[in-house]
């Protein structure tokens, strides 16, 4: 783990336009910069980005983040990640927390993987481009296949001269380690030796989302019954096949601003298609779809098209995928490419227009396609019929998320009127199959089943008021936003001689209870943050949040901090005076702030207390009431004389 030591380096030395300015074109515009939007299309730019603040908000999209944010959503960075990345950036040496020695050991270990394997992409693009085996047998393999160069140095695209120890003897000879190197599979040692592992191939790298090298896929040249076809990196502390998608590295822009993902089997599928402009497509290599596959697409987007050849065991390599994707909550479509066909070649008869035509017009849903083949394979058969009926059922029960009930409604419209059954027993046979999914889940987990026939109820009477008072409820957040507001940006301000107005305000807090009223989860964890970091002498600002490994955190402090309309210097000229900013004002704003958060949380007491006093039933509970009522108007009076206010009914 990173050490907070390093981390904070790291912050202080951020420039958030020096970060995002790597990724998009920015104009100065005021005090903020503007550019074009790099998560959604846009030909106007609504991209701005506040230097002073270190935030960036699009208000065509509503993105919104910091320097780190904006890494790990751009370039689908961990936090980790995106730490490191602006640690080489700025020249931070980073500095470990103490771990466990088998933690250490590991990460050591990955990281000579990832160098071992930087050195060999390294070797196998010179052995390419600039020996002369590797241009006759190599490159001109590529060529033939119709690949341009340009797009082979893209995807660093190399070769592994026929030698038994080519790369071995090199590796060796720069002073990698035997066992590293034996363990990110680039050779094999028998009888005391080592022997390169993929002789005479064609290497593709294997990237994750940030670029480094995890492994690589070897492909044969020559025609060899007993030799396979393919020979990918064996699974070590980095190499993990059901986690990697060939060609996410270079899909994630694209897919960002399509909105959608191509999923195609093999490596030369992906690089026939960016080079033909289809860049938001990323492959399986060969393996059926995973769990951990699915969630990296789910990082991109949520819609999902699936091309696979047009033979049954096309169909069925995708059909074993469906009920993953749907689980995680992907709109998935299918596009069946022709027989005789795969992408890289169906690309190249059609061009990247016909193609791009061709799956607009043949994509299907994928739960109608899992119907339609099922329902050619039963042939009118009424028991794999009844059985049909169930799998979909199960297939739909796996919709289960809030978000996806009306979805879910769709489908069993759309499915009964195709099966020709009733859709009101499709529906009961649907969520029969949730309860048992959720029973299941709750046992798994140690959880008493919720009675899921029970009605969900609001525990309010139903009164002329009942509105009035929802409508309290709802906006108490914004009094507790503008507390926690004031006590972020002014609490190192000084409120009195040698008392800041941190100090004040938790004052407040202790004397009248105030940070147990905060409703917010996040806004009260934002209080006892800053408490907890003002007491330990570290001085927290905006950015002391901004840049928290919580994103939930990260998420309120950018809903606090707004992008403030500037005054005008013209408008400026033609005052007399200076215009009171803000910061001269920040004692009466801390003032008002916390009076109207006071008179907001008495205003919900006397609401409630009315509530309860309609329900009341005997002459005790009605005196307390009374009682109740009298003293709650005495502390509003006492707050709102203080601004001058009148109350009103």
């Known amino acids: 783990m990173i050490s907070p ?3 904070q380096q790291i912050q202080s030395r951020i420039d958030v336009i020096d970060v995002i300015g790597n990724f998009v074109k920015l104009k100065k515009r005021g005090a903020n910069y503007l550019g074009l939007c790099p998560f959604h299309n846009e030909k106007t730019p609504s991209f701005t980005v506040s230097q002073t603040k270190e935030i960036y908000k699009c208000f065509g999209c509503g993105k919104s983040g910091n320097a780190i944010s904006f890494l790990m959503e751009h370039e689908k ?8 990345w602006l640690a080489n950036r700025y020249n931070v040496e980073i500095e470990e927390k103490e771990v466990s020695p088998e933690v250490r050991a590991k990460q050591q270990t990955a990281e000579s993987l990832y160098i071992v394997n930087d050195f060999a992409k390294d070797f196998f693009v010179h052995q390419l481009f600039e020996t002369e085996e590797g241009k006759t047998i190599g490159l001109s393999y590529l060529k033939e296949r119709g690949f341009r160069e340009d797009i082979i140095r893209k995807f660093q695209l190399g070769y592994n001269p026929q030698g038994k120890d080519t790369f071995s003897k090199e590796a060796i000879h720069k002073q990698y380690n035997e066992e590293v190197i034996i363990k990110a599979g680039l050779a094999v040692k028998r009888d005391n030796q080592l022997y390169d592992n993929y002789r005479e191939r064609i290497i593709f790298p294997i990237h994750n989302q940030s670029g480094k090298v995890l492994g690589f896929g070897a492909r044969i040249i020559k025609s060899n019954d007993k030799a396979p076809k393919y020979i ?3 699974e070590n502390e980095i190499y993990v096949k059901s986690r990697i998608l060939y060609g996410s590295f270079y899909a994630r822009h694209a897919i960002d601003k399509e909105n959608e993902c191509l999923l195609v089997e093999g ?4 690089i026939s298609l960016h080079q033909a402009g289809i860049e938001n497509v990323v492959a399986t290599g060969g393996t059926s779809l995973t769990p951990d596959q699915l969630r990296l697409i789910k990082k991109y987007t949520s819609n999902l098209t699936i091309l696979y050849d047009g033979d049954n065991a096309g169909i069925k390599a995708a059909l074993r995928g469906l009920d993953l994707a749907i689980e995680e909550g992907l709109q998935v479509k299918l596009a069946l490419i022709p ?7 169906f690309v190249y008869e059609t061009g990247a227009q016909g193609f791009r035509d061709f799956i607009k017009e043949n994509k299907k849903d994928f739960v109608l396609f899992q119907l339609e083949v099922s329902l050619n394979e039963a042939q009118g058969d009424a028991a794999k019929i009844t059985e049909l ?3 979909v059922a199960e297939t739909l029960s796996r919709l289960d998320r809030t978000e996806d009930f009306i979805r879910r409604q769709d489908y069993v419209k759309q499915v009964s009127q195709i099966l020709k059954i009733e859709e009101q027993g499709l529906n009961a046979l649907v969520n029969q199959h949730l309860r048992e999914r959720i029973n299941k889940k709750s046992k798994e987990d140690g959880f ?12 309010l009477a139903e009164s002329e008021g009942k509105e009035e008072i929802l409508a309290i409820l709802r906006k108490d957040e914004m009094q507790e936003k503008a507390l926690v507001r004031v006590l972020i940006e002014f609490g190192l301000k000084p409120w009195q001689e040698n008392e800041k107005v941190a100090d004040f305000l938790f004052k407040e807090f202790e004397v009248n209870k105030l940070d147990e009223t905060i409703d917010s989860p996040q806004l009260g964890k934002m209080i006892q943050l800053y408490k907890k970091w003002y007491f330990d002498g570290l ?18 402090i950018l809903d606090i901090m707004e992008f403030t309309p500037e005054i005008s210097p013209n408008w400026s000229r033609v005052q007399d005076e200076k215009i009171p900013s803000r910061e001269d004002l920040y004692l009466e704003e801390i003032r008002s702030t916390l009076t109207f958060f006071k008179l907001k949380k008495v205003k919900r007491l006397i609401a409630q207390n009315e509530e309860e006093f309609a329900q009341a039933k005997t002459t005790e509970e009605i005196k307390i009431c009374l009682e109740t009522q009298q003293e709650l108007k005495k502390i509003e009076k006492a707050i709102t004389s203080e601004i001058g206010t009148v109350i009103m009914k």
Do not use: C, M, Q, W
């Not at 490596?267 to 992906?270: E, K």
């Not at 001085?539 to 309120?556: C, Q």
């Open 389 to 391: 009926v169930n799998r």
């Open 232 to 234: 990918n990196t064996p």
């Open 267 to 270: 490596y030369t599928d992906v």
């Open 77 to 84: 960075y961990s936090y980790v990640e995106a730490l490191r």
């Open 448 to 459: 008493k089943t919720p009675n899921l026939k029970a009605p969900i109820s609001i525990p």
């Open 539 to 556: 001085n927290p600002t905006d950015k002391s949040f901004l840049y928290y490994s919580d994103p939930e955190i990260n998420k309120s």
């Open 339 to 345: 027989d005789g066909h795969d992408p890289d070649s």
């Open 5 to 7: 030591d390093t981390i």
